[in-house]
């Protein structure tokens, strides 16, 4: 029997529309579950007729495979890809090569090339986005691991992503041990940005500016036609246009309070780590912190006062304010995605290639958007670029945004509409390019409670001084000082 090229682990919704996949760009793929009885569900079902082999142990698995064998896991994250590696390890040859599929965070994935690699054997730990759609037609794939594994699987992983619009496949390698899924949590950090940003837009032409359902279709229609074309965009506005059987706006029907898997805090808690301020990505993780506080939201409303969200001006010129603002601010969320990703291949020793993320990004993927494009472009000028904001495209598309962004920053509270994430990105903006902030006054503050120093304007970097503020404190300092 004839073996085949990839053989993959788990037949959730991912696990089961990526072997079709595989399958239909003219590769032989194996299955496993744990529970066996979904394997022959799926062989009789969906996989009928198709070159899925269905295996029913590790042995037989194994067995089925090609060398250098290539095991998918598509899994959850966590306690159970542990547990698959040390059950299908033993029966590996040197050589082989275990990829996890699934949303790991990158320090078990840094942890799991070490142990792999330790036995001989090879690790991949690649994100994948595009949800179960992407994952049947094309998703975006970032893999990364053990480079040697890269030759093996690449003509596999560039024929069943997706292309861009060039033809180019939106999967190349990223970099060693957990480069891959550390770029997939940005991507996902992204994501949560400009779910949230769409969200405040949502929210201020609804009970700002009193639109209807249909009204904020076409609006999102129109935007999709421009800078904002974008796979979340196209979404957004499918929603707002849909109705049940029933004649219902299903969005209507729908309870205001939002879920998430982690990936958006792993984003957040890693800025932190790293000293990288994410403050649109942690924003949009704590307004679905908030969202989930329904019951108390609700007691608040009956308590809390505020003025009533009502927009007197020009609606068809503040639409078009939001348009921009809210373009705006997703290239803040892009550069502050990619201030991370610079500060972790630092930390990290990673050879990111920042263009070629960005093209990724560009189909199959939750963040696709026209605008990868001129990223791309940004890099592949400037490989060094410190900062999107920096590039002439990005500059003077903010530039030119810039007084709409902040007319919709002033409208939103005066009419008491929250907009943490695209005020937030206007905060960072306005932080960004300002020569001074008052963390002088911070640091003298630390110092006179803490004896923690300063520097001066006047001296040197990295020299250090201490004041006795109070006449009290004596000559002694803090012996170390962390700017």
Same mark, same amino acid.
């Given at each position: ?26 590769? *032989?793929?194996? @299955? ?13 079902? =969906? ?39 040390? *059950? ?37 730990? *690649? ?29 596999? +992983?560039?024929?069943?992503?997706? $292309? ?6 939106? @999967? ?7 480069? #891959? ?27 700002? %500016? ?10 999102? *229609?129109?935007?999709?036609? &421009? ?60 307004? =679905? @912190? ?20 009502? +927009? ?25 995605? !990619?201030?991370?990703? =610079?500060?972790?291949?630092?930390? !990290? ?13 560009? &189909? ?7 605008? %990868? &494009? ?13 900062? %999107?904001?920096?590039?002439? +495209? ?7 945004? $810039? ?37 002088? %006054?911070?640091?003298? $503050?630390?110092?006179? +409670?803490?004896?923690?120093? !300063? ?5 040197? =970097? ?10 009290? #404190? &004596? ?5 170390? !000082?962390?700017?």
């Amino acid at each position: 029997m004839a073996k085949a090229d990839i053989g993959v682990v788990g037949l959730a919704v991912m696990g089961e529309n990526l072997i079709l996949n595989i399958e239909s760009k003219g590769f *032989t793929a194996a @299955c496993f579950n744990r529970t066996v009885s979904k394997v022959d569900d799926f062989i009789a079902g =969906r996989a009928k007729g198709k070159n899925i082999i269905g295996c029913h142990s590790i042995e037989e698995f194994v067995e089925s495979l090609a060398k250098p064998r290539k095991v998918m896991l598509m899994v959850k994250a966590g306690a159970a890809v542990d547990a698959f590696i040390e *059950t299908i390890l033993p029966h590996l040859e040197d050589g082989d090569i275990i990829i996890d599929g699934g949303n790991s965070h990158f320090p078990d994935t840094i942890r799991r090339t070490e142990l792999v690699e330790s036995k001989g054997k090879l690790y991949i730990g *690649t994100g994948v986005s595009g949800g179960e759609e992407g994952a049947l037609l094309g998703p975006s794939i970032m893999p990364g691991g053990s480079p040697k594994a890269w030759e093996s699987v690449k003509p596999i +992983f560039q024929k069943i992503c997706a $292309q861009n619009d060039d033809g180019e496949p939106c @999967c190349d390698w990223v970099g060693e041990n957990g480069a #891959g899924h550390f770029v997939k949590m940005v991507h996902n950090g992204i994501e949560y940005g400009d779910m949230q940003m769409i969200c405040e837009t949502y929210q201020i032409m609804k009970e700002g %500016l009193g639109l209807s359902n249909e009204k904020m279709h076409e609006v999102l *229609t129109e935007w999709n036609a &421009g800078e904002l074309d974008s796979y979340l965009i196209e979404i957004t506005r499918d929603i707002l246009g849909y109705k049940d059987e029933d004649g219902n706006a299903v969005i209507d029907l729908i309870l205001d309070t939002a879920g998430q898997k982690g990936t958006g805090k792993w984003t957040a808690i890693e800025a932190l780590n790293l000293g990288q301020p994410l403050t649109l990505i942690g924003e949009a993780v704590f307004a =679905r @912190c908030l969202s989930a506080l329904k019951e108390e939201r609700v007691a608040a409303s009956k308590v809390l006062s505020g003025p009533k969200a009502e +927009f007197a001006g020009d609606k068809k010129a503040f639409i078009d304010d939001l348009r921009q603002a809210l373009y705006a601010s997703k290239i803040v969320s892009y550069a502050q995605g !990619y201030q991370l990703m =610079r500060a972790a291949a630092a930390e !990290y020793t990673w050879n990111l290639h920042y263009g070629g993320i960005a093209l990724m990004w560009r &189909g199959g993927c939750i963040i696709r958007s026209a605008f %990868l &494009g001129k990223i791309k472009e940004a890099f592949d000028k400037k490989p060094d670029l410190t900062n %999107l904001l920096l590039d002439p +495209f990005f500059k003077d598309a903010v530039e030119k945004a $810039q007084a709409a962004w902040r007319r919709v920053v002033v409208a939103a509270v005066e009419m008491g509409v929250p907009m943490p994430a695209i005020s937030s990105a206007l905060a960072f903006y306005d932080g960004y390019r300002s020569e001074r902030l008052p963390a002088n %006054l911070l640091q003298a $503050q630390r110092d006179y +409670f803490g004896a923690h120093t !300063y520097e001066r304007v006047d001296k040197p =970097r990295g020299e250090v001084f201490h004041t006795n503020w109070t006449g009290r #404190g &004596g000559t002694t300092a803090a012996s170390t !000082y962390i700017a």
